[in-house]
């Protein structure tokens, strides 16, 4: 039988709209929100703040701790909805080590349209001049299990009905 959803993973670049998504993803689905960005160690934020992107080394602790909460949730009978930038496959792998019922919903965006998002958008430590990097690492999830792509310049009501959507049918195909 195939996996059941257990958790879901909100995921793309810097701006896709993973926290917009994630928050009413969580509300519709009854799902306890977990933002990835609150788990960074302030030396990823310092770095991040200061135009310097984050290696695989500096982005390992943040995930083995992004796992245990996603893990603590589950365990606690409750329904994960993780927002994490999970760039490369090797990201989404750990994550999946830890809970293979993970499913990821990948924002896809277009370059210009994350550097305008980033750019414009206050109070955030995140700069547009990182938006480059972002692409670089970035890995797209094609082909692998249990992963929706959505178009990310739609409007949010619009990818939020799609993932849920998708989630419900997934969990019921899978299920049969
Ligand atoms: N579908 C959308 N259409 C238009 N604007 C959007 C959409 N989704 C999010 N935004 C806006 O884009 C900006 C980035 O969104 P958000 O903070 O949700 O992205 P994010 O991926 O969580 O970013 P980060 O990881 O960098 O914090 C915000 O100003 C948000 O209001
Ligand atoms: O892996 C990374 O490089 C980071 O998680 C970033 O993607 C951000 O923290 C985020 O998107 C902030 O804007």
Redesign the pocket.
């Known amino acids: 039988m195939a996996e059941q959803i257990r958790g879901i993973v909100v995921m793309g ?3 896709c709209g ?1 926290s917009s998504v994630g928050a009413a993803i969580t509300a519709l689905y009854q799902g306890r929100l977990i933002e ?2 609150a788990f ?1 160690p302030a030396a990823n934020i310092a770095k ?1 703040s200061a135009g310097v ?2 290696t695989d080394e500096d ?1 390992h602790g943040w995930l083995c701790r992004l796992s245990e909460e996603v893990a603590a949730v589950i365990a606690a009978g409750e329904r994960p909805v993780l927002t994490c ?1 999970a ?1 490369r496959k090797s990201y989404r792998d750990l994550l999946r080590q830890g809970e293979p019922g993970l499913a990821f919903v990948f924002l896809d965006l277009a370059r210009d349209l994350a550097f305008e998002r ?1 750019a414009t958008r206050p109070g ?1 430590f ?1 700069p547009a001049s990182l938006i480059e990097s ?1 692409y670089r690492t970035l890995e797209p999830p094609h082909q692998e299990q249990l992963t929706l792509a959505v178009d990310a310049s739609l409007p949010l009501e619009a990818i939020v009905e799609q993932a849920v959507h998708w989630l419900q049918e997934t969990n019921t195909t899978n299920a049969a």
């Open positions: 670049v810097a701006g993973k990835g960005d960074h991040m992107p984050l982005r930038s760039l980033v955030h995140m972002q």
